[in-house]
């Protein structure tokens, strides 16, 4: 009996403070998730470096949102009301000029960066995936900025990625000055690029999970609780400027339906297959993206494209925010909806094939919502009674799950974005397990692997800079 007890006890690191078993003798770490630090030791050095990674994060985001808005101002010549509304007033040839000068400044910015600065990896997903957690400083900060003063100009890409990005950096820096192990530097990256995420979007619970979930792959207590700090001392710090409301303000609270019930279970495929191919697209595009010279003429193609495409449709600029906004309040007409959803993927593919640098979340929460949107509105011709909002939440939802092959994160997202749907989670949660089965078992990519550099192009681009 006693040798039983002893193979099932599992060494905790660190010790509980409490010596002493329950009357049972088992050990309290055979509950899964309760696991060793492992390699990644929490130490007090450690938590110190999780703290400071939340604060740099949180002030770096707002500092970011902060450049951002800016430029959307002088651009397009508002101070209040939202970004859709102000480009939609404004002339076809603005937006056209806008749009190119953005492209001339993105395209030199880039050539530049890559010309002049030291070749090395400056991808957050691939330097925590299969890397020590190193990041450049300075030319990821010059990358973060280009980015947001394109996508302040109108590129359709998400903001989302320079916050990432400099939190993952913030993470980086603090490991090397607190001399921590290359476990924990690689913990405290993806916590830093989680909390990027929850800073600029006000989404705590999201960018946790977004670490544990999708940047670090694990759910256990050890990677959990760091997430959760970092992402909490993120989001609090960048209210010294960012609003602590929801993202989207005034979504209704939709209740369930069987009618929603049973277009749930079938939109589920849908939108897996969806993406499926949005992400085979975004890995194309990543592959073949333009590079050296070509960085001074695609932008600008790319990008004039884009403007003249808004003629018709001024929703495509931006990250999608907006559109996702009125497709959440039930908004726009079936031909509306269908443009959208179909061209906004396109344009943004097109985007960063061009050599933009930028983020992939809201665009595709966009899409999903106006996917959700078109089939429901399309459906309550057969089977009224259901609002068309409460469809494009779960369009959203299961867009973002299956994209990311992360369901936790895009259910989590959905909700705290909106601040809302916590009555549509059953038919949300069925949408999202169908569509992120469904690509997992066809493809399995996410927007995040898909964009991955080769191996060997990482490789020549180390015995370059050495």
């Not at 509980?16 to 130490?43: C, F, V, W």
């Not at 996917?371 to 939802?397: D, R």
Request: a positive charge; charged letters at 10%.
């Amino acid at each position: 009996m006693r040798k039983r007890d002893t193979e099932s006890d599992r060494q905790r690191s660190p010790q509980p403070i409490l010596k002493h078993r329950l009357p049972s003798g088992r050990g309290a770490m055979e509950q899964p998730n309760a696991t060793s630090d492992g390699e990644t030791s929490l130490t007090p050095k450690f938590w110190l470096a999780v703290v400071l990674t939340g604060v740099a994060t949180g002030l770096f985001g707002a500092a970011l949102m902060a450049f951002l808005f800016e430029i959307q101002h002088l651009t397009f010549g508002y101070h209040v009301g939202d970004f859709q509304s102000a480009v939609a007033r404004d002339s076809d040839m603005r937006r056209l000029a806008a749009l190119m000068v953005a492209g001339v400044v993105g395209g030199v910015g880039w050539y530049l960066l890559g010309r002049f600065s030291k070749r090395s990896s400056q991808d957050l997903d691939d330097a925590v995936w299969n890397g020590s957690g190193e990041l450049p400083v300075a030319r990821s900060a010059i990358n973060a900025v280009l980015s947001e003063v394109v996508i302040g100009m109108g590129a359709s890409i998400g903001r989302e990625a320079a916050p990432r990005l400099m939190g993952g950096v913030s993470g980086s820096f603090l490991s090397g000055w607190l001399n921590l192990t290359p476990a924990q530097r690689r913990l405290l990256v993806a916590c830093g690029g989680g909390a990027g995420l929850a800073a600029v979007y006000n989404v705590p619970l999201g960018g946790a999970l977004f670490t544990a979930e999708v940047l670090y792959g694990s759910l256990a207590l050890p990677s959990v609780l760091p997430a959760l700090v970092c992402s909490f001392v993120a989001t609090s710090v960048a209210w010294i400027y960012l609003p602590n409301s929801a993202t989207y303000i005034k979504i209704p609270t939709y209740h369930f339906s069987t009618s929603l019930m049973i277009w749930s279970l079938i939109i589920g495929p849908i939108i897996g297959l969806l993406a499926i191919f949005y992400v085979r697209l975004i890995g194309w595009v990543s592959h073949n993206r333009a590079k050296g010279k070509w960085l001074l003429i695609m932008p600008f193609a790319a990008f004039v494209v884009l403007g003249l495409l808004s003629f018709k449709y001024p929703e495509l600029l931006g990250n999608g925010k907006d559109a996702a906004h009125f497709a959440f309040l039930g908004e726009g007409g079936l031909m509306m909806l269908f443009a959208l959803f179909a061209l906004k993927p396109l344009v943004t593919a097109m985007c960063l094939g061009s050599g933009a640098s930028g983020g992939l979340f809201t665009p595709f929460l966009s899409t999903g919502a106006l996917v959700g949107g078109f089939f429901g509105l399309a459906w309550t011709h057969a089977w009224p009674g259901t609002p068309v909002g409460a469809f494009a939440m779960v369009g959203a939802a299961a867009m973002i799950g299956a994209s990311m092959q992360a369901p936790l994160v895009g259910l989590a997202l959905v909700l705290e974005l909106t601040h809302s749907g916590f009555a549509l989670m059953v038919p949300m949660m069925a949408a999202t397990a169908i569509a992120t089965v469904l690509v997992r078992l066809v493809d399995g990519y996410s927007i995040y692997s898909a964009r991955l550099p080769r191996r060997e192009i990482l490789a020549a681009d180390g015995l370059a800079s050495s």
